[in-house]
């Protein structure tokens, strides 16, 4: 349906550099048509005279198309949670985000929704804190994720046709802060010798595979292919949803192969005969233990891209290994640290070295020719 503009005209009629003009749709034989009556350089007056004379056989013919109800963000918001119990592994993840959402815009219309709006709840939501530190702040990345579901919810309204436009696609995105901690060879033997020998195993897989701490607690015994030395992680089992092959070496096969099965249950770690959910207590504890600061799981995994490359395994077998889908955000898990740089310096002093020698050799050459 036509909407008021800029010029504050009353819906239908429109003015541009030719003048004013009708601008309606009409159903023809279910089919949606635009109509454009153009009236020319005439007074706003007698203009909005010919739109009075023409609303009544606009109606009478049926031109006009009927009234959309306005969708609300509810609707928006259910849609989109069964979009994500249906497609996405983060369904648990997005509900709680929608239920955030929901406390604070309510069940206003889509088309209220604007950048500002939205600026607004990211405030809310830093003020808040997290919900079970209300005294920590909600760092950016976390934000981010706010920003980025809110926009996936609002982009699947307009593709559902619940609404004509993204009243949010303005909104802008904080600039990623990249965690670039990993261990020195020596930290992390200390950190392996403090760890309960429930975690050994699982600290040394994510050390060497790169592979994503559900990926490893959720490991099943099936997947373990001892004869090729490999771990196949089916697309389910992937936070990308991509199938991938994870290479073992010997000593990764003979630990997987020293660990007991349990009874009754097909994942290979088990706690007291059942499945792990977390292991965020007791690898808090080894690194309290260990004296090592600022380290999170999920460090283990830049450890491990950042040995592979250090080790000069080229960066696209890293990513199949390591399951990262662009090398945007491959290089996050890289780190480049003095060591690296003192060793390119090198390299290229040798190299410089061997052309300036080369270069003498050839001045000689031509001298004793």
Known sequence: MSKPNVHGLPQHLRKDDGGYFLDYFVQDGGIRKRVRVRLGQI????????????????????????????ASFYEAAEAFLAYSKARKKSYTRDSYRVRLFKEFFGDR????????????FLVHRKKEGLLKRPDKPVADATLNLDIAILKTLVHRAVLNRMIDRDPVAGVKKFKPFSRNRTLEPEEYQRLFQNCSEHLKPIVKLAYNTAMRCGEILGLRWEQIDFKNGIIVLEAEDTKTQEKREVPLTEELLDLLKG???????????????????SIKTAFNRACRAAKIEDFRFHDLRHCAVTNLRKAGVSDSVIMSISGHKTHAVFRKYDRVDREDRLAAMQRAKELNDTNMTKAEKRKVEQVTA
Do not use: Y
């Open 43 to 70: 007074p706003l007056a007698q203009a909005k005279k010919v739109l009075a004379q023409h609303m009544q056989a606009m109606v009478d013919e049926k031109f006009l198309e009927p009234v959309k109800a306005k």
């Open 259 to 277: 660990i007991p099965r349990t009874i009754g249950n097909t994942c290979v770690f088990t706690w007291k005969g059942q499945s792990m959910g």
């Open 109 to 120: 219309s889509l088309e209220s929704f604007s950048p500002d709006l939205v600026e607004a």
